[in-house]
């Protein structure tokens, strides 16, 4: 297995224009998770899917922030507009349903820098 | 709310020494712990996960403990390298399925 594949693995952007990641998980996996790191903030859960299904989408920021997962092995988080406070580092991870021996697999991120 | 907390938050040790990192957390209702090594730049590597039903797992220079009753975990790694420097994440899973995480301990190996 490829394992989780995120793209692009870098992006940089001007402020207001429209960003989007994309993240391919593990197959067979139930649970799809994005996540976001900063220095000041560490890694924060944006949104989670079940069997594609949105869950928990407390974690996003605010209405700039959407994300979809059309079909078991596809997913996006969108930004628009981008602003430069949205730089940060963004990871998808992928899940079992939790029986407790379960854990995440994560990609190895997009680096979003706003400028 | 979940909360998770590592200390020390940077830790620098000479080569071959034994050193204890820590996690504590909040709620005692998890499914599971993992912890995880990240590089500078780099994404996460799981390194070990243990069960809600255990108390530790090993995997070669690597142990790790669970001690669910008092909201605690350590990783304990044996005769350190150079190569073990990186930033190790602590992070707990509820049954809400979520994922919460420490804000890390960065380790510096010195040759």
């Known amino acids: 297995d490829a394992g989780v594949i995120q793209s692009p693995r870098h992006e940089v952007t001007e402020m207001g224009q429209e960003v989007t990641l994309r993240c391919k998980p593990i197959s067979g996996h139930d649970y799809l998770f994005w996540y976001r790191q900063t220095m000041m903030r560490g890694l924060e859960l944006l949104i989670y899917?079940?069997?594609?299904?949105?869950?928990?989408d407390s974690g996003m920021p605010e209405d700039r922030f959407s994300a979809k997962m059309p079909n078991a092995s596809f997913s996006t988080l969108k930004i628009q507009p981008s602003e430069p406070r949205d730089s940060a580092v963004y990871f998808c991870?992928?899940?079992?349903?939790?029986?407790?021996?379960?854990?995440?697999?994560f990609g190895s991120g997009t680096r979003l820098t706003v400028v | 709310k979940q909360e998770v907390t590592q200390i020390p938050a940077a830790l620098s040790v000479p080569e071959g020494e034994n050193l204890v990192l820590n996690c504590s957390f909040t709620?005692?209702?998890?499914?599971?712990l993992q912890w995880f090594r990240q590089d500078p730049g780099k994404g996460l590597t799981s390194l070990l996960l243990i069960q809600s039903s255990q108390r530790e797992q090993t995997s070669g220079r690597l142990n790790a403990s669970l001690d669910k009753s008092s909201g605690r975990s350590t990783l304990y790694i044996a005769a350190s390298q150079p190569g073990d420097s990186a930033t190790y994440l602590c992070a707990v899973r509820g049954g809400s399925e979520k994922l919460v995480f420490g804000k890390g301990t960065k380790l510096t190996v010195n040759p």
């Open positions: 709620d005692s209702a998890i499914y599971n």
């Open positions: 991870a992928s899940s079992f349903y939790p029986g407790d021996g379960y854990g995440y697999t």
């Open positions: 899917f079940n069997n594609n299904v949105p869950i928990d």
